[in-house]
């Protein structure tokens, strides 16, 4: 588990690359620590070692200049053989033989001699570049440990369990690895999590229109479409849930500055619509059966007229009524037994009906 010591303040407003939050890295310091001495150690090394390469080639060629000139030396030497005797004149050939020899063997050793010196420097080198190699991931790790914020937004902390209740995060918490526990919110552009019935998500399509309204400002009200249906159900919590939902995610149209992350919101989605509709309740249309033309009992001064009716959308207790009733008519919401007696409902004229589905508005979290 990581500690966290240290976080922006929740609501705070935080700039793209600004560290918003730092875990417990006095481990990853040390470490890192560790490595830049072990780079600067190697480093010292290997100007050590160049300096003595350098010395040994040039104590080499030394050795070649005072092999040449004994060699030059016997060679003058050479020269004298004829005044000296057959036993001097002999070791006076073979001290100039051996200094030629020398001389050759240590000019055939200048090859080898830099040979031996770049392999020594190049496996310094190659010291050094796995030290650097380990220093940058020491520093990539120590760096992972400080979370800068994606983007220009306002931070919020997320929940999570302590000790028998749940509460905000904050520093001195210990959090899993991978746990969310901050989320840098766009306030210009916010998105709603919601959840519908799954018997209503055959109802909903990408880019409906909607009203969002909050439970925090009662007067205000938003626009939004349906930006992302979810494919597969919530999954279940502690126990076995027999109503399904499913994850859908609204954008809200146009923002203003009263909406913050985390508001509980109620929306309304249109799945249809209709202009210059009358709207008349659902139980007042009878059918004979369910291919038949549907009907209503309209009130008259000489008792129940039956009328056919178009009717449109309906959502559970209302229907939009195309053509066959008037605004203000009184239609019967069970069939009239006898032109004396029954019930009735006043018809309303409407501009324009909404329909939400049966399971109505859920409230949901921007």
């Known amino acids: ?137 020491a520093e990539a790790n120590a760096d992972r440990m400080l979370i800068k914020a994606p983007i220009n937004g306002l931070a919020v902390m997320q929940n999570t369990r302590r000790g028998t209740e749940f509460a905000q995060i904050q520093p001195g918490d210990q959090l899993f690895p991978g746990m969310m526990f901050m989320q840098i919110v766009d306030t210009s552009s916010m998105v709603i999590n919601a959840s519908v019935n799954q018997v209503d998500v055959d109802s909903l399509r990408l880019g409906q229109k909607a009203m969002v309204r909050f439970d925090a400002y009662p007067d205000l009200e938003v626009p939004a479409h349906v930006d992302a249906i979810g494919a597969m159900t919530r999954p279940g919590g502690m126990r076995a849930a027999f109503v399904k939902d499913i994850p859908v995610i609204l954008k809200i149209d146009r923002m203003d500055p009263r909406i913050i992350p985390d508001l509980s919101v109620s929306i309304d989605v249109v799945v249809e619509s209709e202009q210059q509709a009358t709207l008349a309740p659902l139980s007042a249309v009878f059918r004979d059966s369910p291919d038949a033309t549907p009907y209503v009992y309209v009130k008259k001064d000489s008792g129940w007229e039956h009328r056919d009716v178009e009717i449109g959308i309906s959502n559970n207790i209302q229907v939009a009524v195309r053509s066959g009733l008037k605004p203000g008519e009184l239609v019967a919401e069970d069939p009239p037994p006898s032109l004396s007696s029954s019930s009735a409902a006043k018809v309303s004229g409407l501009k324009k009906i909404r329909s939400i589905g049966r399971s109505g508005p859920s409230r949901e979290q921007t």
């Open 1 to 137: 588990m990581l500690v966290l010591q240290d976080a922006a303040k929740p609501g705070s407003k935080v700039k793209k690359g600004e560290v918003v939050a730092e875990f417990d890295r006095q481990y990853m310091m040390q470490r890192l620590e560790d490595y830049r001495a072990s780079v600067a150690q190697i480093e010292a090394s290997i100007r050590k070692l160049e300096a003595e390469l350098k010395v040994t080639l040039e104590s080499h060629a030394q050795t070649i200049a005072n092999a040449k000139a004994d060699l030059e030396k016997a060679k003058l030497d050479v020269q004298t053989i004829p005044v000296l005797g057959r036993i001097d004149a002999e070791r006076t050939r073979l001290t100039a033989e051996e200094a030629e020899a020398k001389y050759k063997q240590l000019l055939a050793e200048v090859k080898f001699v830099q040979i031996g010196q770049q392999s020594q420097l190049k496996n310094a080198r190659l010291e050094q570049q796995q030290a650097h190699v380990e220093l940058r991931r």
